[in-house]
């Protein structure tokens, strides 16, 4: 029993000391009074490796879609278990704020029919809380039992890997999903978003990327260039130059795998991505331009970041389309979305 | 090209003058405009420079510079490595009051985190003042133009009492503290 119990405990314990050394750089910007950690701003991070135990049915649901990103405080008192209830509050909801007279779009009489659902196996660690998967079905006046139902908007609450400090400071009673994604009507979303705000007393925001979070992204998926081919690497800038410029670079894969493997020679066999390789990575992408255009991309701002495996844009927009590297991505994301949140 | 020195000139009476360092040009002159609109008892000339060393055509003509200002916008890496760059090539004597960083764009969510917190600690490293200013509109301006000029006064010679290096030793930028008490390095 003894000897079984140390079995368990040894990985768990190797693996939170292993966070632990990875490098971190601290930041106060968002230590108010209140708060009992101080967030921080990783500065390396793991290696992408493959998932292969996400259901791929349910991960059809997040492939290949356009979503925008928001970040999400806790929810107070939100209940795994009681997700059928939440359906049928929420789509009564959205009945009777649209029969007030805010409306949701001008069309036909529709009834909506919303369907809430737990996306097993996207977490990391114990502390994260399972992804919540939400779908709105619209359902036409008259129509005949089992004709085909139209999605009209869906979106999920994730939480993968999140800062265990920060999750475990929270008190008992709130769940951190700290990264929404939603796809459809902007007055849906709307409605979805105040509905979450009354009955868990959680508040949204809008979650930008900024440069460094799409210098990652280029990072990450270049690394996954030799398990599966990212076909090209595409990155935008926007320079405030008059007229204003939009610079659209495209990268050939095997040269930017190349000079990032160049960049990580001294390192390949750690487990560890720093970001000084990144911005090295960057760099040398930037003055390749330099060398040729006489124009220094640094001085603009990075506004999206294209690969086969997916993309993302600086106003919080992100599309995978690669099921099998999800979690890095959502690992940034749901770190991106923790350092946003303002408590 | 030269290097400006703080005392190798004699200072005129009544007279103070700033040279605002910025790469892009775009925030110096809407600046230099509303530093000489202030109401003050005192000339003051701005001179305008995109990056240090200064030319050494004017050599003469230029009089004692009081005050540097470094001007940085957080939108663009560039410009913190172009100011970066233009420090190296400040004269030391200016590291003792006569030295000041203006920054605009903090609060945008694009920025990242890491730029800002670079320059916090390179100031702080040069014990120099940091201001933050707001570019966009024309209370800002005229407000980052007022402190811009308290400072200057004070490092010109011209307040009773007080000297650049009291200033700056009372107002220069300093990076918080760790959670656990440490100091950041």
């Known amino acids: 029993m003894e000897a079984q ?43 992408p490796s493959k998932r292969n135990d996400i259901d791929p049915e349910q991960m059809a649901y997040i492939a290949n879609i356009e979503w925008k990103l928001s970040y999400v405080t806790p929810l107070y008192q939100f209940r795994h278990t009681q997700l059928v209830l939440y359906s049928k509050q929420l789509s009564a909801f959205i009945v009777a704020e649209k029969q007030k007279g805010i409306a949701v779009e001008v069309g036909p009489e529709m009834g909506f029919k919303v369907v809430f659902s737990v996306v097993h196996g996207m977490t990391e660690t ?39 400090d920060y999750m475990r400071s929270l008190p008992s009673d709130f ?12 007055s849906i979303t709307a409605l979805v978003k105040s509905w979450f705000t009354r009955m868990f007393d959680c508040y949204f925001g809008p979650l930008s ?54 960049i990580r020679q001294n390192d390949s066999m750690e487990d560890s991505i720093s970001i000084e390789k990144v911005r090295c990575f960057m760099k040398r992408v930037e003055s390749h331009f330099f060398r040729h255009f006489r124009m220094y991309l640094s001085a603009g701002m990075l506004t999206r970041v294209c690969t086969s495996l997916g993309s993302a844009h600086c106003d919080g927009t992100i599309k995978i389309t690669g ?21 | ?84 760059n ?58 980052a133009a007022q402190r811009v000029l308290k400072i ?3 490092s010109a010679g011209l307040v009773p009492m007080v000297t650049g290096l009291y200033l700056s030793s009372v107002s220069r930028c300093t990076v918080p503290l760790d959670s656990d008490g440490s100091v950041q390095d």
């Open chain 1, 5 to 47: 119990e140390s079995a368990t405990m040894t990985p768990r314990t190797n693996v939170t000391s292993g966070r632990r050394c990875l490098g971190l750089e601290k930041t106060n910007f968002r230590y108010t009074p209140g708060q009992l950690t101080a967030l921080r701003i990783p500065t390396s991070r793991r290696k």
């Open chain 1, 126 to 164: 114990d502390e994260d809380a399972e992804t919540v998967f939400i779908k709105i079905y619209s359902k036409p006046a008259f129509s005949v039992e089992g004709s085909a139902v139209k999605v009209v908007w869906s979106g999920w609450f994730t939480c993968v890997n999140g800062n265990l």
């Open chain 1, 175 to 186: 769940v951190s999903l700290p990264l929404f994604c939603a796809n459809g009507p902007m």
């Open chain 1, 209 to 262: 990327l900024n440069s460094s979070i799409l210098q990652w992204l280029a990072a990450l998926w270049t690394e996954c260039h030799p398990a599966c081919n990212i076909r090209y690497l595409k990155l935008a800038w926007n320079l405030s130059t008059l007229p204003p410029l939009d610079i659209s670079y495209t990268v050939h894969p095997q040269d930017a795998w190349n000079l990032w493997s160049s």
């Open chain 1, 323 to 343: 099921t099998h590297y999800i979690t890095p991505v959502l690992m940034l994301l749901t770190e991106c979305a923790l350092l946003k949140m303002p408590i």
């Open chain 2, 1 to 84: 090209m030269s290097s400006i020195k703080p005392f190798s000139k004699l200072p005129q009476l009544n007279t103070a003058n700033v040279l605002l360092v910025e790469n892009e040009g775009k925030l110096q002159n809407d600046l230099a405009d509303a530093i000489v609109r202030q109401e003050s008892n005192i000339n003051v000339t701005v001179r305008l420079a995109r990056g240090l060393p200064l030319p050494a055509e004017n050599e003469e003509n230029r009089p004692r510079i009081d005050l540097v200002v470094f001007i940085v916008h957080l939108f663009s890496e560039h410009s913190l490595v172009s100011t970066e």
């Open chain 2, 86 to 143: 233009s420090l190296k090539q400040l004269d030391t004597g200016y590291f003792l009051g006569k030295v000041c960083f203006l920054v605009t764009g903090a609060r945008c969510g694009l920025v990242p985190d890491e730029r800002l917190v670079s320059l916090r600690k390179l100031a702080a490293s040069l014990h120099c003042p940091l201001l933050f200013a707001e570019h966009q509109t024309r209370e800002g301006v005229s407000t």
């Open chain 2, 152 to 154: 200057l006064r004070v």
